[in-house]
């Protein structure tokens, strides 16, 4: 957004300001000493940590925000000071008056400024850290970062994704899907050559560009993204190519064919509507790339697994709730043919087709008459063997091993508001759960991942061992 207090609070020059030593993205809270988040403001240079750390780069604003009785400045005046700041890691700006990132610069470009001497310092401490560390693996043959996991030495390949303002919900999609063999492996065996000559080995994709820009591929950018993210870079990957591309251009998805999204996330719905005058039966098939679960009313106060008041919500009871006979309200009354007028009537939901990777998003957030809350009900999951045999239209027509699914991913939201929060995901690769977070990549257990208040599953249809009825 076109922020107007800029004038007023961006006063610092980069070359006189007195920022930390070392690399930007690194910097430590003034407060805390959090490394996690740090935020530069940009009337005093202070670091302070982000909002989901704890919160010290806002506090510092609303610190300001309180007149000082000895102070000469008026009240006025001292409002206006303090009111933004930079993300040390993606160079993003926020105005906290605004609530909002900010896109545009003052009449000098103090904001360009102050952003390109970040990148340079980070840079600098890049370049020092490289050389320091090439210094370090002349003895070693390991070419990745170390973690020690139970005691022993394991390498780890796994690279971040930077923040670029507000897009940590992409970010998290991302790591998601590239941890989904079945869809990111398409992307990247396509040759690249190829692809800018609108080819792919035999394939066919669509390699939308934007109007008058030739150079511009969506495929390309995303293939690219999802090749970085495994190949042990020291530092996160900036996927801003792929966010420019998303934004600039309209997809086009030439008269409805089949993709490779559809083809691995595709599934079939049948919805089933009941007349309850007549007993009429009304059918028909729609096709679905994911499935939205609300959460049972019933379980919406369970925010902990651990609470001992009644049972705890699970991934079934919503899906469930989702395929089980419903009678439909006075606003939703159904077109009978037959009587010729609404009639009170009866839905339900079957799955006529599975997907091969199952896509699942808990309905989070509910409308109530005046607001829009975050249902922060914690649902618990499967890590493996979800078994979707018993919302099939015709499961005697499906093997077992076409029913289960393991899951591949979670993406989280955090926070408790709607047009706000912050998102990570858990993701496993290799028999390994990671857990990503912007530009910050962890190993962590499957326990840690139970324990999560998912937001957006990720599952993956379980294929039948060769040679072997049994899975």
């Known amino acids: 957004m076109e922020c107007p207090h800029l004038g007023s609070s961006v006063c610092i020059a980069p070359d006189s300001a007195k920022f930390p030593n070392g690399s930007p993205s690194s910097w430590c809270c003034s407060v805390c000493r959090s490394n996690k988040s740090p935020w530069v403001c940009l009337t005093c240079s202070s670091v302070h940590c982000g909002r989901y750390v704890n919160g010290h780069a806002k506090k510092h604003y609303e610190d300001a925000q309180v007149p000082l009785t000895n102070h000469k400045k008026s009240e006025k005046q001292d409002k206006a000071q303090h009111t933004v700041c930079m993300d040390c890691s993606s160079y993003s700006t926020y105005c906290y008056r605004c609530d909002d990132f900010v896109v545009n610069d003052t009449k000098l470009g103090l904001v360009q400024k102050v952003r390109e001497h970040l990148q340079n310092l980070e840079n600098s401490a890049f370049t020092a850290d490289r ?3 090439r210094k370090l693996l002349e003895n070693s043959s390991l ?3 170390l973690l020690k996991v139970n005691g022993s030495t394991t390498a780890i390949c796994a690279t971040g994704l930077r923040n670029l303002g507000n897009t940590c919900f992409m970010n998290a999609i991302l790591q998601s899907l590239s941890n989904i063999e079945q869809f990111c492996c398409y992307f990247k065996e396509l040759p690249a050559v190829e692809l800018r000559n609108g080819k792919t080995a035999g394939r066919r994709t669509y390699h939308t560009r934007s109007q008058g820009d030739n150079n511009v591929s969506l495929v390309e950018e995303f293939r690219k993204t999802l090749c970085a993210l495994w190949q042990g870079s020291p530092t996160a990957f900036s996927p801003e190519s792929l966010f420019y591309v998303v934004w600039k251009i309209m997809p086009n998805f030439r008269n409805g064919a089949s993709t490779v999204v559809t083809a691995i996330f ?23 790339l994911d499935l939205s679960l609300d959460i049972p009313s019933q379980f919406r106060n369970k925010r902990s697994k651990n609470q001992e008041n009644g049972p705890v919500c699970s991934l ?3 899906l469930r709730s989702f395929t089980d006979l419903e009678e439909l309200d006075e606003t939703e009354l159904y077109m009978c043919h037959k009587c010729k007028k609404k009639q009170k009537s009866t839905k339900k939901f079957w799955i ?10 808990l309905k989070r957030f509910h409308w109530t008459a005046y607001l829009r809350n975050k249902v922060d009900t914690y649902v618990e999951f499967p890590l493996r063997g979800l078994d979707m045999k018993c919302y099939l239209l015709e499961p005697e027509n499906s093997g077992p091993e076409n029913c289960l699914y393991d899951l591949a991913a979670v993406v989280v939201h955090h926070g408790s508001g709607v047009g706000s929060g912050h998102y990570t995901a858990f993701a496993t690769h290799e028999g390994r759960w990671f857990h990503f977070n912007d530009s910050t990549v962890t190993l962590t257990d499957e326990e840690t991942v139970l324990k999560a208040k998912a937001y957006i599953l990720f599952y993956v249809e379980r294929q039948a061992k060769a040679g072997s009825d049994k899975l």
């Open 316 to 318: 079934r009871d919503c």
């Open 266 to 288: 595709g599934g079939v719905l049948q919805n089933e509507v009941n007349c309850l005058i007549c007993g009429t039966e009304s059918r028909k098939f729609d096709p679905f």
């Open 352 to 361: 006529q087709k599975l997907p091969k990777v199952l896509c699942l998003h």
């Open 131 to 133: 050389h320091r560390k």
């Open 143 to 145: 070419n990745s970062k």
